[in-house]
Structures are given as structure tokens and as C-alpha cells.
């Protein structure tokens, strides 16, 4: 396994020990429900925004054991709105992480709730404990995560996205889409792993355009592998966006000049991080990842 | 009109506009996100919770311009609360504050998306401005809310709420569930007004005590009035909890002796407001309000 592999496991496995510690034991009332929250978030998933939000620490130096709290309150987010994302209203998908969808697994009331109260969690795990140099600047966190998952950030990617079914969205359109539905929250990961260090406002600024850069790589990615990658490698439903008719950068580019995209992207990301120096190594890496990645 | 009613009124009045302002307008992408959010907050709401938060900030001595954004958030928390629980995979009703819900009026997709970012607005607004003594006691302010909206809180009491269609509760068991279901937002909404201020820990422990007997006393009125008001002054469907088959109250208790319930209520959370002298004026005219209202 390279040194890469290693760090990447380690900060998988602390992830999956802190969301553990944040979510209520399915022992305590309402105990299902608990038992379903459990059962979305814990036991899979890359992790790739946690993974974002250590490799910004360590740009800002802050310490893992904050940054790791910052991380699940993103992680938190992101498995809420796949359980919404997930619903008969919504994709209605059956297949989550090689797992039954909570709404299959449970009910459809128990995921709505599911997705509601992870939201809360993730703004309680933000406001628990010091986080960041001061209280104001955990606020300005706090902010950041809110605006990153409303309207005008993923809540609203995702009323784009449904309203662009079986519609011809030009590549402008299809991105404005994206920076909403993935980006925003991908920004959140790593401008709140930064904050919980000491960044200057030049490394905020540089990790918010690498951020723009791997939000957008990301999301390229997984429209090839969503064309070309069997289920059983994606853990969900493949070939679900040409099925449903969705527009995506390989129904606009092709294959060939969708995967050219997400390198000139990964280009770009590297680009932003030219002056960040050694301390960026990690996100250099997360860079090559995504783009790289074949799940 | 009395002049207890006559601030009522300006209180409304003043979380309409201000409600008004933080929803992002519908001339903004995307556009029928954001009209259905307007929708599903603005026009109606006997605004319960921004009341409260207004009366405790009487009691703190906090500026109204200040305790307006923490009760636009707290009543952001019960709106989307009200546009989830509406869906058909919750309560499946039709009809909320005399107009069609959410989902009816529009799709059910776009009630799921309003309710998540209606959510996320309710800690964006909560951090988006300074508005308590100081930063720390700000977060304070977000772990409250995100803790009274999470799966211990108002989540949980709906999950325990749904678990309980058809089910013999018993009183104990019931009020656990109104605890969570309502009380705990209202205890926020109190809270949060007078964290706006400058509250001793004595009268924070006062307020919460007053919160609590107030917040079953609501319930305890909602289950009579659901019992015995025709649809068309309560604005929702009446006799749902008994077509149901769901415990209140009323069922447990009979009509009678709910009352009685709600009184004794009432008189405790007078007594717990004992030391407060003249500026908890307004919290008292509330909870004779909250037990005599009629829909």
C-alpha cells in the first residue's frame, strides 16, 4: 500500500470512529431512528470531503483532533442528502454504498426524518466545542456550512438537477448545476478543515479556487464512471443519468473529452496550490485521486 | 383590539418582514425552490415560537432587532418541520393554514428540498450576524437550536410520533413524546429570545422552566381543539388524531379533563415566572394566550 493509501485509510477509519461517537447509540429513543442514522452514515463511503478537510488542516496547521469534528459535520451533510437524494421523490434508488437505501431498509418516514436530523447533527457537532483560533471565526463556520448546503448551495444543485430531467442543458447550465450540487459542499469540506487552523487570507483564497477546481474534477469523474463502470464497482445504480435522460458532461463532451476536462481540472487545482508549498502535499495527492479514482 | 393583541400583531407584522427578507426571492435560481419556500413560510402562522422568543427578550433586556433573526430561526425550524411531517410518507395532509401544502401545491420533491433548506436558513441566519453578548454564547445559541431540532429533540418526537399510531401510550410515554415533538422547539424559542440579551443563570433556569409547562400546555390545547374545532377556523384538517387512531390527550384524558390539564399548566408557568417582575408581563399574557386560544 503506498504512503498515500495509508494516510487515506487512517483518516478513513478516525472518520468512521468519530461520526460513530457523534451519532446517538441505537439505544437510546426513539431507537430506530437512531438506528437508521447509524445505518446511513456509518460502515462506507469514500469519505473524500473528510478527506478534503484533513489535507486543508494540515495546509493551515491545525490540529486533526479539530479538524476531525469539522470533517463529520461535512460528512453529515452529504449522507442526509443522499438519503433524501435516494427517496421515491426524489431518484428513488434502491442501492446506496452495495447497501439498501435507508427508505428501502426502513421506511420512506424514517429516511425523511433520517436526512432531517443529520442535518441537525451536523450543526450541533459545529457548535459543541472550540473548533477554530476563536468563536467568531467558528461562527463564520458555521455560516459557511449553512450557505453551503441551502438553496443557493446543494439544496438548490438539487432543484436544478431535478428540474433539468429531460431537458437540453448547455455546458454553462450543466455547470452552474454542479458548483451548487456537489462544489458548494465540497468548498465547505475544505475551507472548513483550513479555519480550523490559522490559514492567511492568500491560503483561503488559494484552497477556495483548488476547491472550485476538485469540485467540479469530481463531479466529471463520476459522470464517466457513471457510463462506463459496472454497479457492482460503484456500490449504486450505474448508468442511471442516460437512463433517466439527465444531461451530464459525457452526454455533452463524450467520454473522451470528459476525462481531457477532469485532467485540465486536476491541472488547475495543482496550479492553485503552486505557492502553498509542502504543507499542500496531501491535497496535491486528493487531487490526483479524484481524478484518477475508479469508484 | 387589546394591547396585548395590538403587540401581537406588530410582532407578526415584524417576522413576516423580516421572514420576508431572508428568503432568498423567487426571481432567484432556482426559481421554483425558492417560491415554494415563500410559500410554505410566509402568509400565515399564528408565529407562536417568534412571540416567545420576543417575550423572553423583554425579560433579558435584548434589542428586538436582534431577537427578530433568533426568532426567524427557530420559526424556520417549525416551518420546514410542518412541510416535511405534511408529506404524504408522514401525516399525508392536504391542507395547512387554509391553503394547499407544500407537496400538493407543488410536487413532493420540492417539499422534501424546502423543507432541508429551510433548515439550513434557520443556522444561516443564526450565524450570520452578531447577536448576542458575545461570539461564544452565539454558538450556544446553534447547539440549542440544532440540538431542539435533532433526533432528540423535534425530529425524535416525530419518529417517536409515528411509532406510536395505534399504539396504547400512556400519559408518561405521551408527554416523552410532546417533550420532544414541541416542547423542545418552543423551549429554544424562549431561550434563544433571551440569549439575545443579557439573562442571569437564575432567569435562564426560570424561563426554562416556564418553556416547558408551556409547551405541553400547547400540546395539551392543540389535542382539544383538534378534538372539537371544525376545520375551517384551526386551517388544517381537524379529528385527524382520532381518524388516526393516534393517543392525545383528549383520548387518554377526555376533553374535560385536558382542560383542566392545560389550566394547571398555565398556572405553572406563572409561578415559574414568579421573580420576574413586570418585563415577564408579556410571557404571562402568553401563556394565558396559548391555553385560551381558539384555532
Redesign the interface.
Given at each position: 500500500m503506498s504512503e498515500f493509501a495509508a494516510w487515506m485509510q487512517g483518516c478513513q477509519a478516525r472518520m468512521e470512529n468519530v461520526l460513530s461517537d457523534w451519532l446517538?447509540p441505537a439505544s437510546?429513543?426513539?431507537q430506530?431512528?437512531?438506528e437508521a442514522?447509524r445505518y446511513a452514515v456509518l460502515g462506507g463511503g469514500k469519505r473524500v470531503r473528510p478527506l478534503l478537510a484533513f489535507a486543508a488542516g494540515e495546509v493551515a496547521g491545525a490540529d486533526v483532533e479539530r479538524v476531525q469534528h469539522a470533517a463529520a459535520a461535512v460528512e453529515l451533510i452529504h449522507a442526509?442528502?443522499l438519503v433524501?437524494d435516494d427517496?421515491p421523490?426524489?431518484d428513488d434508488d434502491a442501492l446506496r454504498r452495495g447497501k439498501p437505501t435507508v427508505h428501502v431498509e426502513f421506511?420512506?418516514?424514517?429516511?425523511?426524518?433520517v436526512?432531517?436530523?443529520l442535518?441537525?447533527?451536523a450543526?450541533?457537532i459545529?457548535?459543541?466545542q472550540p473548533l477554530a483560533r476563536?468563536?467568531?471565526t467558528?461562527?463564520?463556520m458555521?455560516?459557511l456550512?449553512?450557505?453551503a448546503?441551502?438553496?443557493?448551495?446543494m439544496?438548490?444543485g438539487?432543484?436544478?438537477d431535478?428540474?433539468s430531467v429531460g431537458k437540453p442543458l448547455d455546458l454553462t447550465e450543466l455547470e452552474?448545476m454542479h458548483i451548487h450540487k456537489t462544489g458548494a459542499l465540497i468548498r465547505a469540506s475544505v475551507l472548513l478543515g483550513a479555519q480550523c487552523g490559522t490559514p492567511s487570507e492568500a491560503t483561503l483564497a488559494a484552497l477556495d479556487h483548488y476547491a472550485k477546481c476538485i469540485g467540479l474534477a469530481f463531479q466529471v469523474v463520476d459522470d464517466v464512471l457513471d457510463a462506463e463502470a459496472p454497479t457492482a464497482t460503484l456500490g449504486k445504480t450505474a448508468g442511471k443519468d442516460a437512463a433517466n435522460n439527465k444531461p451530464t458532461y459525457v452526454s455533452l463532451l463524450g467520454v473522451a473529452r470528459a476525462r481531457e476536462l477532469a485532467q485540465e481540472l486536476r491541472a488547475d487545482a495543482h496550479a492553485a496550490l503552486a505557492d502553498l508549498g509542502a504543507p499542500a502535499a496531501r491535497l496535491r495527492q486528493l487531487a490526483d485521486f479524484v481524478v484518477e479514482r475508479t469508484f
Open positions: 446517538p437510546i429513543a426513539p430506530r431512528l437512531h442514522m442526509y442528502s433524501h427517496m421523490a426524489m421506511d420512506e418516514a424514517t429516511a425523511l426524518l436526512g432531517d436530523a442535518q441537525s447533527l450543526f450541533d459545529l457548535a459543541a476563536d468563536a467568531a467558528q461562527l463564520n458555521v455560516l456550512l449553512a450557505q448546503a441551502g438553496s443557493r448551495g439544496a438548490g438539487q432543484a436544478i431535478l428540474a452552474f
